[in-house]
């Protein structure tokens, strides 16, 4: 079955940096539309960043000048390089992989933005 697992998410201080990664296995992964999404505590679940097959992109307001989501096509892989961190990206980042009707999550990884 499908797998996308998340990993490079703990704890960091307040202007710190993290690197998330989600690595896919068994599906056609050029095909796919990537996106990494965030839910805090009590919250709704929101979009923090997508990018197409093409490789084009897109940024929630609130993560705009500080994170860049990239893919590597022959890795398999996704990745979220978050800059800048506030406290307030605080949640579990989860990996999502889209193409038509099919979308597939990963399990989350936790991001704690604290000092």
């Known amino acids: 079955q499908v797998q996308l697992v998340e990993s490079g998410g703990g704890l960091v201080q307040p202007g710190g940096s993290l690197r998330l990664s989600c690595a896919a296995s068994?599906?056609?992964?050029?095909?796919?539309?990537m996106g990494w999404y965030r839910q805090a505590p009590g919250k709704e679940r929101e979009l923090v960043a997508t990018?197409?097959?093409?490789?084009?992109?897109n940024y929630a307001d609130s993560v705009k000048g500080r994170f860049t989501i990239s893919r590597d096509n022959a890795k398999n892989t996704v990745y979220l390089q978050m800059n800048s961190l506030k406290p307030e990206d605080t949640a579990v980042y989860y990996c999502?992989?889209?193409?038509?009707?099919?979308?597939?999550w990963g399990q989350g990884t936790q991001v704690t933005v604290s000092s």
């Open positions: 068994r599906i056609f992964f050029r095909l796919y539309a």
């Open positions: 990018i197409t097959t093409e490789g084009i992109t």
């Open positions: 999502r992989a889209n193409f038509q009707l099919r979308t597939y």
